[in-house]
T-cell receptor
Framework: DADVTQTPRNRITKTGKRIMLECSQT?????MYWYRQDPGLGLRLIYYSFDVKDINKGEISDGYSVSRQAQAKFSLSLESAIPNQTALYFC?????????????FGPGTRLTVL | KQEVTQIPAALSVPEGENLVLNCSFT??????LQWFRQDPGKGLTSLLL?????REQTSGRLNASLDKSSGRSTLYIAASQPGDSATYLC??????????FGGGTRVLVKP
């Protein structure tokens, strides 16, 4: 079984709809991250969480919100989806007690907003 | 603000040829630099991580160098194989464990 899972893997929705992307991990890591990838732009950080009570904005948090329901779960929400949020979304985890603090990525969720 | 650039954006080589992928970054205050491989429909897989105090790392046919002062890293893949076809991303890690990614180089190795 994969250590970092994302659901759904693919989603097509319409402008204005509320969407939630979910991430679960079995690695026992405290730190979790959400990124989006656009063609040719690499991955950009949306939000990150260093533990259940810690939530931080990343580089491009506008239009997104997150919830850290438990150590193993970190959800990303688009309250009112818009077409320029069409992208590939990745969740990642890391463990701060390891040096170096390598991030482990899920398989991604491809989101299309029409 | 850290910016990471990868050139070329795409590369096509015949099987057996050596691959050279370039990554440059604007702020030398980094903890480490990582090279990732991305396959369609799959997440990112870490290939090599070079600490800021290191000059290079090697794993099998892969060798990555780091010149922090000039803001450059190069990933070499020796004797390329069709299975090496993928997108390769470099990322630098700075304070707060944040990764800044380059746009990637899409590699095609032709049999």
């Amino acid at each position: 079984d994969a250590d970092v899972t994302q659901t759904p893997r693919n989603r097509i929705t319409k402008t204005g709809k509320r969407i939630m992307l979910e991430c679960s991990q079995t690695k026992g890591h405290d730190r979790m991250y959400w990124y989006r990838q656009d063609p040719g732009l690499g991955l950009r950080l949306i939000y990150y969480s260093f533990d259940v009570k810690d939530i931080n904005k990343g580089e491009i948090s506008d239009g997104y919100s997150v919830s850290r329901q438990a150590q193993a779960k970190f959800s990303l929400s688009l309250e009112s989806a818009i077409p320029n949020q069409t992208a590939l979304y990745f969740c990642a985890t890391s463990a701060p007690d390891r040096s170096p603090d390598t991030q482990y990525f899920g398989p991604g969720t491809r989101l299309t907003v029409l | 603000k850290q910016e990471v650039t990868q050139i070329p954006a795409a590369l096509s080589v015949p099987e057996g040829e050596n691959l050279v992928l370039n990554c440059s970054f604007t702020d030398s205050a980094i903890y480490n630099l990582q090279w990732f491989r991305q396959d369609p429909g799959k997440g990112l897989t870490s290939l090599l991580l070079i600490q800021s105090s290191q000059r290079e790392q090697t794993s099998g046919r892969l060798n990555a160098s780091l010149d922090k002062s000039s803001g450059r890293s190069t990933l070499y893949i020796a004797a390329s194989q069709p299975g090496d076809s993928a997108t390769y991303l470099c990322a630098v890690q700075a304070a707060g464990n944040k990764l800044t990614f380059g746009g990637g180089t899409r590699v095609l190795v032709k049999p």
